[in-house]
């Protein structure tokens, strides 16, 4: 098959059933790859979204240059993004981001700026917003607030899903910037109100890469309560645990938080089952687990994998 450029590889991710995960007769769990996307992660579909939307309103020309704050894929992904369509791109970044990003991102030819580790993201969005305010040569794209984010997952993933699997009962998927669970379950709900969109939420204090709790305090602007019929609270051990059950089983190999998005559809099709009989629960696995492997997170005994695991910032 041909492609004129990478970017046309964006999406179009592949929906695979997974039965040996499924705890209820009649439910049946199917996780959605987007670490099949070219920088290994979801992140690719917003990220040429909010570039091209800059683009048509005329925010973006060649002599700015494009700065977000990130820790993770969402940097890489612009970094990549940036580089094929010309721009220069500047990631703000905690000083205690994993080491496969701080890679990953040089590699793209992306500058980083580094703010302190102990102030975590909210550290970084508010340094990036510092900078974009004092020097109009930048253009932030702010994925936290940027409607194109969820624009990418209404016309992108959930019209994949409702393609593959028009008779889907839920949906789940983790908790980050709000911009999968809001533009999917939009999508989803227009298609059909019954269809249950669930979040996973890390607890308070629990480190689960990609995810965040709203507990911290800082609600995304384009995150609308109303759309998630429930949220479920996951510690980070369940979320190695089931990453590790998803390899073992299955043989897919997902990040962290995936484990994470598997333990919470656990619990839906329990409900699934009891209530209506089962059906169909697709389960979005944001990305691949080859960005983790400095964690140990599938060799280490499971303690040590989970102190590993919390060192590190992983949103």
Not at 107 to 133: D, K, T
Not at 135 to 149: S, V
Not at 190 to 216: C, M, T
Request: proline fraction near 4%.
């Amino acid at each position: 098959m041909k492609y004129k450029s990478v970017l046309d590889l964006i999406g179009n991710t592949p929906l695979v059933e997974v039965p040996s995960l499924s705890p209820a007769s009649g439910a049946r769990l199917w996780v959605k790859l987007e670490g099949e996307n070219p920088t290994g992660s979801v992140k690719d579909r917003i990220a040429l979204a909010m570039i091209e939307a800059a683009e048509a309103a005329g925010q973006l020309t060649k002599d700015r240059i494009i700065l977000e704050p990130t820790s993770g894929n969402t940097g890489i992904a612009m970094a990549m993004v940036a580089r094929i369509r010309g721009y220069r791109f500047t990631a703000v970044m905690p000083d205690n981001a994993s080491a496969e990003r701080v890679s990953l991102l040089q590699a793209y030819g992306a500058e980083i700026i580094s703010s302190p580790g102990a102030s975590g993201s909210n550290g970084a969005v508010a340094m990036a917003q510092e900078i974009a305010a004092a020097d109009t040569g930048y253009f932030m794209p702010f994925q936290y607030g940027n409607q194109a984010n969820v624009e990418a997952h209404y016309d992108g993933t959930g019209r994949e899903i409702l393609d593959d699997l028009p008779e889907v009962k839920a949906f789940v998927a983790g908790l980050g910037t709000g911009g999968t669970l809001m533009g999917v379950g939009t999508r989803l709900k227009e298609h059909d109100p019954s269809i249950k969109i669930v979040a996973a939420e890390p607890e308070l204090g629990q480190s689960v890469y990609g995810l965040r709790s709203l507990e911290e305090g800082y609600v995304p602007p384009i995150f609308d309560p109303d759309i998630l019929d429930a949220k479920v609270m996951v510690r980070a051990r369940e979320s190695i645990l089931w990453t590790r059950e998803l390899l073992q089983k299955e043989g897919i190999f997902a990040g962290i938080s995936a484990g994470a998005v598997i333990w919470v559809a656990q619990r839906v099709a329990e409900r699934l089952a009891r209530d209506e009989d089962g059906g169909d629960i697709v389960c979005l696995l944001a990305d691949g687990g080859w960005k983790y492997l400095s964690t140990d997170a599938w060799t280490e005994e499971i303690d040590t994998a989970e102190t590993q695991v919390e060192e590190v910032l992983w949103w």
